[in-house]
C-alpha cells in the first residue's frame, strides 16, 4: 500500500497541496483527476522523489520513504513516466533504456551494459505493448514527443516497478496502442502491482480504474469508484458543471473564401529519408483543417517547416493576409523544448513572438512595463494561472503552460494558427476554452490547421479533415468520420 498523509507543498504564493491524504492498495488501479493545476502533478512527484514536501510522510507497505531523493524512490520500487518526457536528447534510445532497469551483466566483478541485449528486451517488451521502436541508432532529439513517451513507459516498466505512476499517458497513443496499453495496466494490476493513472480523459479513467481520487486547488475533495460516478458526476467534480461544449456548426469550407495559406507538393528528406512526401492543401479564411494521425509521421516536421525551423527539400507554401500583425502563428506540440524558455519569466517569454516584440520596442528600446502589463493582460484575458508576469514559466503547471503559449499566439494577432496537439494534457474545462477561442478565431476569419492524434477533438471541430502516414496524406470524405474509420487510416491502411 502507498499512503500520503498530510501533503503540503508550496511554490511561492501558491499552494499546490493542501494536507492531502492519499491511499492506492496493491493490485488496483488508481485513477487521480483534477483540473490542471489542481496538484496532481506535484503529489506525483513527491512520490517519486523529485519533490520534498513542506509537510507530510509517505510509507510503502509500512516502511516510511525518505522524501526529495529521486534514486531512494527508485529503489524502493516507485517508478514514474512524466508528462513531458525526461530523456536525454542527445543520446541514441538505445543508449537511454540502458540507463533504465534491464538486466545487466557482471563479468570479473565490472558491472557492464550489454547494450545488445537491453534491445532484445525493449523490442520484446514494445511489442507486448504494440509500441513500434524508433530505426536503430535514432537520437531522442530528432523522435516526436509521442515516441519519447513511449521510450519512458519502456524505462520505467524496465525497473519492473512496485509502484508505477503515469501522468496523461495515452494523450499521445494512437487508437490501436491505447487498447494494448490498458491491457498492460489491467496485467499489472493482476500481478499485485499499484498503478496511478493521472488523466484528464474520464471515459478512460472509468474504464480501467479501481478507485478514483479527485484534486482540486490542492485538495482532495472526492473518493469515488466508477460505478459511483459516471462522466458527467466526475465533471461536476472536477470543475462544476460544463457548458455547452463548443459546435463546429457554422464553419463550412467555402470554396471561393479567401486563401490564406496554400501548400503544395510540399517535400523533406533528413539523412536520405522522405520525412514528408508532397504535402499539398489549402486553408481558407473561415474554416479550420485538422489532420489526423499517429504521432511520428511527419506532424512534427510539417510544423516546423511551416514555422520556417526547418528547409523543405522541395515544393512551396505561400500565407496570404497579414497587414495587421502576424500572417502565421505555430503553437508547437512540445511547449517545454520548443515552445517556451523555462527559467525565464513570462513576460519574457511572451516577447519570443516577434509581433509582440515589434509592440514594446520604442527607439530600439524595450519598454519593460508595457511588456509586464501586455503580459498581465494576457494571463487575464486567458485566464492562466500564474503568480504575474515575473513567474517563470516552470512554475505554471503544464495545462497553464499550454495555455499560455494560446496567449502567445492569438496576441500576435495571426491570419492563420497551425496548432499541434494544442490540448495535450489540458483538463475538460480547459480543452473547451481552446476550442472555443480556435472556433472564434476562425469563425472571424482566419484559418487554423490543427495537427493532433486526438480524434475526438478533430471530429469535434474540424471542418475538413486529412489523415497522414508515413509522410503522405489525404484528404477524408464523411463517410471516413468515425473513429473506427480514421483508425484505420492512421495505421497507413488507405485501401481497406
Known amino acids: 500500500m502507498l499512503e500520503a498523509r498530510f501533503i503540503s507543498r508550496r511554490f511561492g504564493r501558491t499552494l499546490a497541496l493542501d494536507g492531502v491524504n492519499f491511499i492506492a492498495r496493491a493490485g488496483e488501479i488508481h485513477a487521480l483527476l483534477g483540473e490542471n493545476g489542481a496538484g496532481k502533478s506535484t503529489l506525483m512527484n513527491v512520490f517519486a522523489g523529485r519533490i520534498r514536501p513542506d509537510e507530510g510522510s509517505v510509507s510503502l507497505d509500512g516502511t516510511l520513504l525518505p522524501l526529495g531523493i529521486p534514486d531512494a524512490a527508485l529503489r524502493a520500487g516507485i517508478a514514474a513516466v512524466h508528462q513531458s518526457p525526461m530523456l536525454f536528447e542527445r543520446f541514441t534510445w538505445e543508449e537511454n533504456l540502458a540507463l533504465g532497469g534491464f538486466e545487466r551483466s557482471d563479468r570479473f566483478g565490472i558491472e557492464r551494459i550489454d547494450l545488445e541485449n537491453v534491445v532484445a528486451k525493449a523490442h520484446e517488451l514494445a511489442r507486448h505493448l504494440g509500441f513500434e521502436l524508433p530505426p536503430p541508432g535514432a537520437l ?124 503544395d507538393k510540399l517535400s523533406f528528406r533528413r539523412d ?127 495545462g497553464n503552460r499550454q495555455r499560455f503559449e494560446v496567449a502567445r499566439a492569438l496576441t500576435q494577432r495571426p491570419r492563420v494558427i497551425v496548432a499541434h496537439n494544442v490540448t495535450r494534457g489540458l483538463d475538460l474545462a480547459a480543452t473547451a476554452e481552446v476550442h472555443r477561442i480556435l472556433l472564434e478565431f476562425a469563425a472571424a476569419g482566419g484559418a487554423v490547421l490543427l495537427i493532433s492524434s486526438d480524434l475526438d477533438e478533430l471530429l469535434a471541430i474540424a471542418s475538413r479533415l486529412y489523415v497522414i502516414s508515413r509522410g503522405k496524406i489525404r484528404a477524408t470524405e464523411a463517410a471516413d468520420r468515425t473513429s473506427e474509420r480514421l483508425g484505420l487510416l492512421m495505421a497507413g491502411r488507405w485501401n481497406d
Open 140 to 263: 531522442v532529439a530528432e523522435r516526436s514527443v509521442a515516441e519519447r513517451v513511449r521510450l519512458e513507459i519502456l524505462r520505467a516498466l524496465s525497473f519492473n516497478p512496485r509502484v508505477l505512476i503515469l501522468d496523461e499517458p495515452t494523450g499521445v497513443l494512437a487508437p490501436n496502442e491505447l487498447s494494448a496499453f490498458l491491457d498492460l495496466l489491467r496485467r499489472l494490476r493482476g500481478e499485485g502491482r499499484i498503478v496511478i493513472l493521472i488523466t484528464h480523459k474520464l471515459a478512460e479513467a472509468r474504464a480501467v480504474a479501481d478507485r478514483i481520487t479527485m484534486l482540486r486547488a490542492g485538495r482532495v475533495v472526492a473518493e469515488t469508484t466508477p460505478g459511483e460516478s459516471d462522466e458527467a458526476d466526475l465533471a461536476r467534480l472536477m470543475i462544476g458543471e460544463l457548458s455547452a461544449p463548443p459546435s463546429v456548426a457554422g464553419l463550412h469550407h467555402v470554396p471561393n473564401a479567401d486563401t490564406l495559406l496554400k501548400i
Open 272 to 398: 536520405g529519408v522522405t520525412v514528408l512526401d508532397g504535402i499539398a492543401l489549402r486553408l481558407t479564411a473561415g474554416e479550420i483543417v485538422g489532420i489526423a494521425g499517429v504521432d511520428g509521421n511527419g506532424q512534427a516536421e510539417l510544423t516546423e517547416v511551416l514555422a520556417g525551423a526547418r528547409q523543405a527539400t522541395s515544393g512551396s507554401i505561400s500565407i496570404h493576409g497579414g497587414d495587421n500583425g502576424a500572417i502565421l502563428a505555430v503553437i508547437p506540440q512540445d511547449r517545454d523544448h520548443d515552445g517556451l524558455i523555462l527559467d525565464m519569466p513570462l513576460w519574457e517569454n511572451l516577447l519570443l513572438a516577434s509581433p509582440i516584440r515589434a509592440e514594446v520596442i520604442r527607439h530600439r528600446w524595450l519598454e519593460v512595463d508595457r511588456a509586464r502589463r501586455l503580459c498581465d493582460t494576457a494571463l487575464r484575458t486567458f485566464r492562466i494561472r500564474a503568480a504575474g508576469p515575473d513567474a517563470l514559466a516552470s512554475s505554471l503547471s503544464g
